[in-house]
């Protein structure tokens, strides 16, 4: 399991450090560093146990005072900076299921399960007791993202050959051939036949406007109806191919219109890639990041793994990070050092931008080399660490403000409709706060908060409201709420290992529903694929 225990949401009352030497603090973190090994949560390779043994048994000589065994061990001991994955396992996984989980689908690793702010607004109902995904476990992660970038589009590209050669050389090659004759030069920007066929199936599904249903039926009959025809041999020619490209992500429907003019099936249509170069992360889902650390997993120093280190591990394999945070308290060392990771991480990038572009704007803009985005989440509904006071909770959101200036990030407000206690929040939180913040290095005209899809001045005081579909603040009738958990499509991995997926549906919307789009439905939740990459073991001395 992942470990699980309470964070410190209060300051704690520091005792005085005693006076040591250099060579005593030494063997005091090297001690430390060990039993945390000893302690650690992810697999170990059979080369992790039998190290496992050697430390255990210098641990037990050191504790009888010869302390020579683990100093010829410390070396070797695994820490943040020098992680020696050798002695952990790698996950066991066939190339098809490798391909699915860390190919372009991949989009949730979520690093923390539960959450300390037990905001009671939370749509999902995160429980407090917090659980973590072993470091270990964050870095074998890194290593699979590494090992599959450009995988999928090495299959695509296989996939793309194989369907090029049937449209050429399969049972319906001359049907193909009079379509290409009669419609290819309307197409001159497919690249391919591949291509040219997804042209043929997504355009005849999207009539122009200015075309009578005669002509567009018209149409069908000479080409749609073909095309269909080809694909259909297509997806039956390669039924299993084609299911695992889709699985994976590397291919998927084209959208389209459903005619009423026609029987034709709108939503059986040419796959076509979806892809990225690298994947794009979020690493929570009931959770705030910055709840994260590791105490079996420590840096030199004897600190634990922090957030920080997630994201810096993660960084150099994605093309961007999602962040949304409601902060920590201003006396939680290991988030803030865990934040202050992320700035300096993050500064040479929008220092780039800012060179290329000539304007500053955070990296969330998406202008520059990197696109990872910040969103702090303000509202009276925190009951966690502040625990209702918000005078405590506006001195810890200055504190987060105070330490992301240079990201710019935008900023989420959330109204309640107790009218007393809206006025309450405006005067305590939100004016001080947004002084705050205008004298930040970028001007009151750049500070935007983002209302249910909009961007509004602060200024117009609009506000977002609460999603009530789900969890502590569900209505009593969902029919009209929005469901603020519809969302991040794709793979997600769980502290523990287990690896589910949030579906996508084909949606309508329009006033007659004519139009259609790929999204998550209301009331959808990731659901288990039914296996785990690796399984971590019970932490000793845990709070229940």
């Excluded at 599904?205 to 095309?227: F, L």
């Excluded at 490209?245 to 005619?259: H, N, S, T, W």
């Excluded at 990201?407 to 939100?430: A, G, M, R, W």
Aim: contains cysteine; proline residues 5%.
């Amino acid at each position: 399991m992942a470990e699980r225990f309470n964070l410190p949401i209060v300051n704690q009352r520091e005792e005085p450090e005693r006076v040591e030497s250099y060579s005593e603090k030494e063997r005091r973190i090297e001690l430390k560093l060990a039993r945390a090994f000893m302690k650690n949560r992810f697999p170990l390779s059979k080369k992790g146990e039998t190290f496992r043994k050697e430390v255990d048994a210098a641990v037990k000589e050191y504790e009888q005072g010869n302390i020579k065994p683990l100093e010829k061990l410390k070396e070797r001991i695994p820490t943040v900076e020098h992680p020696r994955l050798d002695l952990f396992q790698d996950f066991d996984l066939s190339s098809e299921r490798e391909l699915a989980i860390f190919g372009p689908q991949l989009d949730c690793v979520q690093v923390a399960k539960g959450c300390r702010h037990q905001c009671e607004h939370c749509a999902i109902d995160a429980r407090k007791n917090v659980e973590f995904m072993p470091f270990a476990a964050v870095l074998k992660i890194a290593e699979e993202l590494k090992k599959n970038e450009g995988k999928d589009m090495e299959v695509f590209e296989d996939w793309k050959k194989q369907v090029i050669e049937f449209l050429k050389k399969g049972p319906l090659s001359k049907a193909w051939k009079q379509l290409k004759q009669q419609y290819g030069a309307r197409f001159k920007y497919a690249k391919d036949d591949y291509d040219l066929l997804g042209c043929l199936c997504e355009t005849c599904q999207r009539p122009s406007s200015n075309r009578t249903d005669k002509e567009v039926d018209e149409e069908c009959s000479r080409a749609e109806h073909q095309a269909f025809q080809i694909y259909e041999a297509i997806r039956d020619h390669f039924k299993d191919k084609a299911k695992l490209l889709e699985d994976a992500g590397i291919v998927r429907p084209y959208l389209g219109q459903q005619k009423k003019s026609t029987n034709m099936p709108g939503d059986y249509l040419m796959p076509s890639p979806f892809r990225k170069k690298k994947p794009g992360l979020s690493h929570y889902w009931d959770s705030d990041p910055f709840d994260y650390r590791d105490t079996t997993f420590l840096h030199e120093d004897g600190t634990p793994a922090d957030y920080g280190d997630v994201f810096l591990a993660h960084m150099p394999v994605t093309e961007y990070i999602g962040i949304t945070t409601a902060g920590w308290p201003k006396s939680d060392s290991v988030s803030q050092r865990a934040a202050e990771k992320i700035v300096r991480a993050v500064q040479p990038f929008i220092e780039e931008e800012a060179r290329l572009y000539k304007k500053g704007g955070g990296i969330i803009s998406g202008k520059g080399p990197r696109h990872d985005y910040l969103h702090i989440s303000v509202h009276p509904f925190e009951r966690g660490i502040s625990r209702g006071d918000m005078a405590r909770y506006r001195e810890d959101l200055e504190n987060v403000v105070r330490t992301f200036e240079v990201i710019k990030p935008e900023f989420t407000f959330l109204q309640s409709d107790d009218k007393e206690l809206h006025e309450k929040f405006i005067q305590e939180v939100v004016t001080p706060l947004t002084e705050q913040i205008q004298d930040l290095p970028y001007s009151s005209q750049e500070f935007e908060v983002k209302l249910t899809g909009k961007s509004k001045i602060l200024g117009k005081e609009k506000w977002g409201r609460v999603s009530r579909f789900s969890g502590r603040a569900k209505a009593e009738t969902t029919e009209k709420q929005w469901d603020v958990m519809a969302c991040m499509a794709g793979i997600h991995i769980r502290p523990d290992g287990l690896v589910e997926k949030q579906e996508e549906s084909l949606l309508r919307h329009g006033s007659k529903n004519e139009e259609r789009y790929w999204d998550v439905a209301q009331g959808a939740v990731p659901r288990s694929l039914g296996f785990s990459l690796y399984h971590s073991k019970q932490p000793r001395n845990v709070e229940k």
